[in-house]
């Protein structure tokens, strides 16, 4: 009967008493605490200070022979170091997208839709924050990123740059290098823009006399680096030369000295007599004198 009393007091104290670590450890914030790692820790130790956290989606490793110091201080149960001599603690791991930054941009400065430029995502290890931020110039915040606590988690610059909604011309089709292009290859769409973008084509009447100067899939926005004219004079024709003069018109007959593409100026001469004139091409054949 002593035995059995003395194996009952025996088991309450290894077994009963035990402190119980929990698996697969993985803490929000900056602290690790009593609590973040044993399940029955009494509530007036729990928040009790182990260590501070590593970086967001790293892991600390923990002394179990220090985390016993500590125990030992609360006369709490403490680990056997035969069984376990470290504890692994991942911080969590919560990656701030762009959109949040740009969103709070957008709203708090009146800058319309607001796009980061070359943004590499910033990590933080709490799902808990706020934005704090300072213009710095016309196209830079500085971002901090502020905790429940009001600690900086997080301190960076971004670029970003201002979008609006316009309605651009887009190809419908696939349009090969080189092929010569026609209004009904396009369509419009309503995209989000850079506030200053002098490429975009926005007459669909532009791309007349032009072809494609590379690939371009469906849904590309026209612009005019994609774009090349073709050459609607030729060296050696003849081609109908205009002065637009004050109350009258004057028509010639002219043989190119060389090619010309649309809007672009050329050298000319007469047929008969030689004479060389300069003209701007405004069409298949067909030119502008300028005297």
């Given at each position: 009967?002593?035995?059995?009393?003395?194996?009952?007091?025996?088991?309450?104290?290894?077994?009963?008493?035990?402190?119980?670590?929990?698996?697969?450890?993985?803490?929000?914030?900056?602290?690790?605490?009593?609590?973040?790692?044993?399940?029955?820790?009494?509530?007036?130790?729990?928040?009790?200070?182990?260590?501070?956290?590593?970086?967001?989606?790293?892991?600390?490793?923990?002394?179990?022979?220090?985390?016993?110091?500590?125990?030992?201080?609360?006369?709490?149960?403490?680990?056997?170091?035969?069984?376990?001599?470290?504890?692994?603690?991942?911080?969590?791991?919560?990656?701030?997208?762009?959109?949040?930054?740009?969103?709070?941009?957008?709203?708090?400065?009146?800058?319309?839709?607001?796009?980061?430029?070359?943004?590499?995502?910033?990590?933080?290890?709490?799902?808990?924050?706020?934005?704090?931020?300072?213009?710095?110039?016309?196209?830079?915040?500085?971002?901090?990123?502020?905790?429940?606590?009001?600690?900086?988690?997080?301190?960076?610059?971004?670029?970003?740059?201002?979008?609006?909604?316009?309605?651009?011309?887009?190809?419908?089709q696939y349009i090969k290098a080189?092929?010569?292009?026609?209004?009904?290859?396009?369509?419009?769409?309503?995209?989000?823009?850079?506030?200053?973008?002098?490429?975009?084509?926005?007459?669909?009447?532009?791309?007349?006399?032009?072809?494609a100067a590379k690939d371009?899939?469906?849904?590309?926005?026209?612009?005019?680096?994609?774009?090349?004219?073709?050459?609607?004079?030729?060296?050696?024709?003849?081609?109908?030369?205009?002065?637009?003069?004050?109350?009258?018109?004057?028509?010639?007959?002219?043989?190119?000295?060389?090619?010309?593409?649309?809007?672009?100026?050329?050298?000319?001469?007469?047929?008969?007599?030689?004479?060389?004139?300069?003209?701007?091409?405004?069409?298949?054949?067909?030119?502008?004198?300028?005297?």
């Amino acid at each position: 009967m002593k035995r059995i009393f003395v194996f009952i007091i025996l088991f309450n104290i290894i077994f009963c008493n035990a402190t119980i670590l929990k698996e697969n450890i993985i803490v929000k914030g900056n602290v690790i605490t009593l609590g973040h790692l044993f399940e029955d820790i009494p509530s007036k130790y729990s928040d009790t200070r182990i260590t501070d956290t590593a970086l967001p989606g790293q892991e600390k490793r923990i002394n179990v022979a220090y985390v016993n110091q500590i125990l030992s201080k609360f006369n709490l149960p403490v680990l056997d170091l035969d069984t376990i001599t470290y504890i692994n603690v991942k911080t969590f791991s919560h990656d701030i997208k762009s959109r949040e930054i740009s969103d709070f941009i957008g709203e708090n400065y009146n800058i319309s839709f607001p796009v980061l430029i070359n943004y590499k995502t910033a990590t933080v290890s709490t799902d808990e924050y706020i934005f704090r931020m300072d213009r710095l110039g016309k196209t830079r915040f500085i971002v901090e990123v502020i905790g429940k606590d009001e600690s900086i988690l997080k301190k960076f610059v971004v670029n970003f740059s201002e979008r609006i909604k316009r309605t651009v011309i887009v190809s419908n089709q696939y349009i090969k290098a080189g092929e010569k292009l026609s209004i009904d290859m396009f369509g419009y769409m309503e995209l989000l823009m850079p506030v200053k973008t002098g490429e975009i084509i926005e007459d669909i009447n532009d791309i007349k006399f032009c072809m494609a100067a590379k690939d371009l899939s469906p849904g590309t926005v026209l612009l005019k680096n994609i774009i090349d004219y073709a050459e609607i004079v030729i060296n050696g024709s003849i081609v109908e030369a205009v002065n637009d003069g004050t109350g009258y018109v004057i028509s010639l007959k002219l043989e190119a000295m060389q090619s010309g593409k649309y809007n672009q100026i050329i050298n000319l001469k007469g047929i008969n007599n030689r004479r060389k004139y300069r003209g701007r091409v405004t069409d298949e054949n067909k030119v502008v004198l300028i005297f």
